[in-house]
């Protein structure tokens, strides 16, 4: 187990919570940033490059530590079907946290932009210049962010059904801090 | 037995109401998410509108840019003469020869318009640096923009709504725009008497908007730069350029190329205090000092259809280190609709095949 109280290891916590300010702030940016033309566009694209690449650098790192230490076992009476959909979507909200950086880099790859993280920092070229690929990427990008936001509110109804209608600690493994 | 019983409800109680706390807090998420994307902002000007807009000017956009419709690509290199590089730390103002990928074009919403239609010709480079910086830049003709707000583009843009029953625009609905928008009227004027010509390479082409060049010590100057065409102009009456068929501009290019390559001198403009960063409608006056940078050779054209400009974005807040946008509100909206504009066109690809009918091909 990864805790003696049953929780989550404090690093797991460490890193749940503060991807997922990342996150939420990312999927808020970018549905904002593709409907203004307010001058806040540059601002928000100029944040959107870098924090989605932190989510890819953190979302590997997350991914290896849960497969280093797991996760604390759903209570024994949850009903099956909603183990498998938790399963199903923490499967999911992993494989979004890794894919959706890669689409929005990618994208930016077949579009033949320069991907500037900050300044002269610049990341490679992934995949080649093309138009065809930049159209698929560039709408798989905006349907997988609303799949993701989809699944977060899946995610959090989930965690507040745990918190205070079952009351069964499975929240708690993930919210509580108390030693 | 009434202990329990009453737990029960309690708990009962205690499980809806927590649900509907549940509900409330998922749809208050789903609700601000949605007012982020502008679902309940019917009136906000989105790049989606814009782009719209430009569209309904007439003609069959699928596949092209939404402005600037009309257009042909170009190769070349920017000889820098070293002198932009105590302005702005940006390589490509170091001496040396930058490749360059551009495109001419008509500032007009539909691909297959006339070329005596393009009141507004344009310029658009990508200067590249070996280490992956690069520098767009898209120019016009005018020496300054028609509109210094995006909101104003877009009541100007509508304002050449595409009649359908006169097949062209109500020039009321112009006319009522310039009368109620003041600042217009330099541009306006230009567009009124400068002279017409029949090439892209007598034009001298100006960024409008303003920049900032950083330089190695980490100040910053207020610019504006301009290509400044070496070829006399040739100018004709408006009334001469119908005979002259529908793609002169183009064939013009490609006659002037086969004899040899064509220059434009790169100038910046250097503001001074007082000078407006945030309006592209001003002119900044004529004495302001000037630093020629360096000279862009165009060397080759080719058809946009298979041209290496086609799958570029000219997106003016595409630069270098070096050099960052001001604060005019044009660059961002400029930004953000050139994406959108970009992004329709990727998928569209179908509609604007790669190798181009006969006929145009035997042009």
Redesign the interface.
């Known amino acids: 187990m990864t805790d003696a109280g049953g929780r989550f290891s404090p690093l797991q916590r460490a890193l749940h919570w503060l991807m997922a300010a990342m996150v939420v702030a990312m ?2 940016i970018g ?12 601002v928000l ?1 100029a944040i959107h490059k870098p924090l989605g690449i932190a989510i890819l650098v953190l979302a590997v790192l997350r991914l290896g530590v849960r497969l280093r230490r797991g996760a604390p076992p759903l209570p024994a009476d949850l009903p099956w079907w909603q183990a498998a959909g938790a399963k199903a979507s923490h499967v999911l909200l992993y494989a979004l946290l890794i894919v959706m950086p890669l689409v929005g880099w990618s994208m930016l790859s077949a ?4 991907i500037v993280l900050y ?2 920092i ?1 990341l490679p070229q992934i995949v080649p ?4 690929l ?2 698929i990427l ?2 798989a990008h905006a349907w997988l962010a609303y799949l993701f ?1 989809v699944t977060i ?1 899946l995610h ?2 989930a965690a ?2 745990h918190a ?2 079952r009351r069964d600690g499975v929240f708690q493994s993930m919210a509580s801090w108390r030693r | 037995m009434a202990g329990p019983g009453k737990s029960d409800d309690k708990r009962g109680v205690h ?1 809806v109401a ?2 509907a ?2 509900a409330v ?2 749809a208050a ?2 609700g ?2 949605a007012y ?3 679902w309940f902002s019917p009136h ?5 509108r ?1 782009v719209d807009a430009l569209s309904r000017r007439g003609g069959d956009p699928l596949g092209h840019r939404r402005n600037h419709a009309k257009g042909i690509c170009f190769t070349g290199e920017f000889a820098a003469n070293g002198a932009g590089a105590r302005l702005s730390i940006a390589p490509m103002l170091a001496a040396g020869h930058y490749p360059v990928i551009g495109r001419f074009a008509i500032a007009v919403g539909d691909p297959q318009a006339p070329d005596a239609a393009g009141r507004v010709r344009s310029m658009a480079v990508r200067i590249a640096a070996p ?4 520098w767009r830049s898209g120019m016009n003709n005018s020496p300054v923009f028609v509109v210094a707000t ?1 909101e104003e583009f877009y009541q100007i843009t509508r304002a050449q709504d595409l009649d359908p029953a006169a097949g062209k625009p109500d020039p009321a609905a112009m006319q009522r725009f310039l009368a109620t928008h003041p600042d217009s009227a330099v541009f306006n004027e230009w567009a009124k008497t400068a002279p017409w010509t029949t090439s892209f390479a007598d034009q001298t082409y100006n960024s409008l908007n303003a920049f900032r060049f950083i330089d190695a010590a980490g100040r910053s100057r207020l610019v504006r730069w301009s290509m400044q065409t070496t070829v006399a102009p040739h100018e004709v009456p408006y009334d001469a350029l119908a005979a002259l068929g529908p793609d002169f501009l183009e064939a013009d290019l490609e006659r002037r190329l086969a004899q040899g390559a064509l220059r434009w001198n790169l100038v910046v403009t250097l503001a001074a205090p007082g000078d407006p960063s945030n309006n592209a409608t001003k002119a900044w006056p004529a004495n302001r000092e000037t630093v020629a940078v360096g000279m862009l050779v165009v060397r080759h054209a080719q058809d946009e259809a298979d041209g290496p400009c ?4 000219y997106d003016p ?2 630069l270098p ?1 070096g050099i960052q ?1 001001s ?1 005019d ?1 044009l ?3 400029r ?3 050139y ?2 504009s ?2 329709l ?3 569209e ?1 179908a509609d604007y095949p790669r190798t181009p009918p006969r006929s145009e091909a035997s042009r």
Do not use: C, Q, W
Request: no cysteine; net charge negative.
């Open positions: 999927l808020f549905v904002g940033m593709v409907s203004t033309l307010h001058p806040r566009y540059l694209i579009g033949g932009y320069p300044g002269p610049h210049h093309d138009d065809a930049h159209a560039r709408a936001f509110l959090v109804a507040l059904f205070l209608v | 499980a927590a649900l706390l549940i807090v998922i998420a789903a601000a998410f982020t994307g502008g906000r000007l989105t790049p989606d814009m280490d992956g910086e690069e995006p086609r799958d570029y974005n807040t595409i280190v946008p604060d509100p660059l961002p909206a930004s953000a609709a994406a959108k970009f992004d066109r990727a998928a690809a």
